[in-house]
Nanobody
Framework: QVQLVESRGGLVQAGGSLRLSCAAS????????MGWYRQAPGNKRELVAS???????NYTDSVKGRFTISRDIAKNTIYLQMNSLKPDDTAVYYC?????????????WGQGAQVTVSS
């Protein structure tokens, strides 16, 4: 079982920055993959960035060079630093944790954080 608590999102102007955090209820090194997804109105939820237990990161093409996923192991927290924000980044951002239990990967989700980028 994993509980995920996200920080609040916010309203920023285009070109601005925002950092999201997600605190897990267990040692994040025991979580196979953690990441950030986002969902804009009318769109499917999409993966934005992920980080594995070994520290490998992955980003969707549209955020490469602008967003950075990181973690603080001592705090069991991951972060998403978002720079050079664009109106297209407007969405609800969800923290995700995937844990391998026996042979099944189980997904856990945070409550979501609204990020709105104004032009």
């Amino acid at each position: 079982q994993v509980q995920l608590v996200e920080s609040r999102g916010g309203l920023v102007q285009a070109g601005g920055s925002l950092r999201l955090s997600c605190a897990a209820s267990r040692n994040i090194l025991s979580i196979n993959v953690m990441g950030w997804y986002r969902q804009a109105p009318g769109n499917k939820r999409e993966l934005v960035a992920s980080i594995t237990s070994s520290g490998s990161t992955n980003y969707t093409d549209s955020v490469k060079g602008r967003f950075t996923i990181s973690r603080d192991i001592a705090k069991n927290t991951i972060y998403l630093q978002m720079n050079s924000l664009k109106p297209d980044d407007t969405a609800v951002y969800y923290c995700n944790a995937n844990v391998l239990i026996n042979t099944l990967m189980r997904a856990y989700w945070g409550q979501g954080a609204q990020v709105t980028v104004s032009s």
